[in-house]
């Protein structure tokens, strides 16, 4: 749930509740006013009645009305103090039952005590009060209704500066530029964040040309004495005074040399893999690389009696054709090593996937382990950094590289 929708339902959950409390008040408080009301009306009607017997020793004639009805009953001795309460009378000619407000008090007139009640009707009042009532619903109704357009429209300006934020943090890359400027806001917090943002994306930037001027430097630097090395000891073979032992160390010398060189420019085409540093991407046909690929191979295929079919169609791919020879090479020569002899590799190239199924280890390798770094069996002589290589190439142009097995074929498949 996005934050503006969130704030906006809690934002009307709160002044929905506040303003249900506050129109229960304020109708009660309505209500009030208008029994403080009437009290006051029949304490001056009671006063009133009063002064008219007091003047004219006689008890009014009793009269009703829709609104306003007064009656006397004798009582006797009885003796008891006015009171108001809450009544209900019949109203117009259906005999329709309202309430109303009344006012009981005792009056003596030639030595007898009467009851005399007075009554008035509340149904203007009450109607009066149930419009405002109803009003007030209709304005919390409205209120809402502009509170919801306001939080969908006027604070969906608002928070842009936020989105700008995350497009650019989600457009950030360390080899090239973030992404679009933000607009000015007068926003504190975003003005805040953004500086946060282009603090980090400059320390981000100067870390990476550090580290890759680094890199850089340190497999030049290397290469440069393995290179030496690698000369020297092909110097040292061609020497015919060295004995048989002398060769063979030689060889395993040489051998460790050419490993560590391989393991350094492996690293470094990792490094520039990771970071996008091929920017040299066209279309690419896949067919006759692959085909290409294949025939640069043969050699070896024809030592280990490894039977090569394959089954391909016209695919073009938009990449860099150096890290395309890469991925192939890496995955034909993966398919090789690990076969067996008279073994057979599968090539299938169509629009959706490219794969290549070899046989070979009879059990089904960890399909999690091994694209890992330097994951690699204990027999094998390369840098365990292949299919790694392959796997970053793959990422890199949102292709998928996966694994499976299907006794006797290890397969591994590229799907675009």
Known sequence: MKLATQYTRVSMLTSLV??????????????????????????????????????HHRLPKPFEFDSYQAKFEPVGQMMAPPRLTDTIISSGRASK???????????????????????????????LVQIIFLITILLIGLLLLALLLA??????GLWQPFYHLLDRLLAFSLTGKGG????????????????????MEEKAGLEYLALKAFTENASH????????????????????SLTEEHLAQLQDIYN????????????????????????????????????????QFAEITSKKSIVVTSKTESVIATASPYLIDILLNNLLGNAIRHNNNYGQIRINLNKERLSFANTGAPDKLDADKIFERFEKSPASEGTGLGLTIARNICEGYNWKLDYSFDNPYHTFTIRF
Do not use: C, W
């Open 18 to 55: 506040v303003l249900l409390i506050a129109g229960g008040i304020y109708y009660f408080a309505i209500s009030y006013i208008a029994d403080k009301q009437f009290d006051r009306d029949l304490a001056e009607e009671l006063g009133e009645m009063n002064e008219f017997i007091q003047q």
């Open 97 to 127: 039952p309202v309430s109303a407000r009344a006012i009981i008090a005792i009056v003596r007139l030639d030595k007898t005590n009467y009851r005399m009640t007075i009554v008035e009707s509340k149904e203007t009042t009450d109607d």
């Open 151 to 156: 939080n969908r429209f006027l604070l969906r």
């Open 180 to 199: 679009n400027s933000v607009p000015e806001t007068n926003v504190d917090e975003f003005r805040e964040l953004q500086a946060a943002i282009s603090a």
């Open 221 to 240: 630097e290397m290469m440069t004495p393995i290179a030496v090395i690698t000369s020297k000891l092909d110097n040292l073979v061609q020497d015919e």
């Open 256 to 295: 460790a040399g050419n490993k560590l060189s391989r393991l350094g420019q492996s690293l470094l085409l990792l490094v520039k893999i990771d970071h996008q540093l091929f920017k040299d991407a066209v279309e690419v046909h896949l067919e006759p690389a692959l085909a290409d690929k294949v025939g």
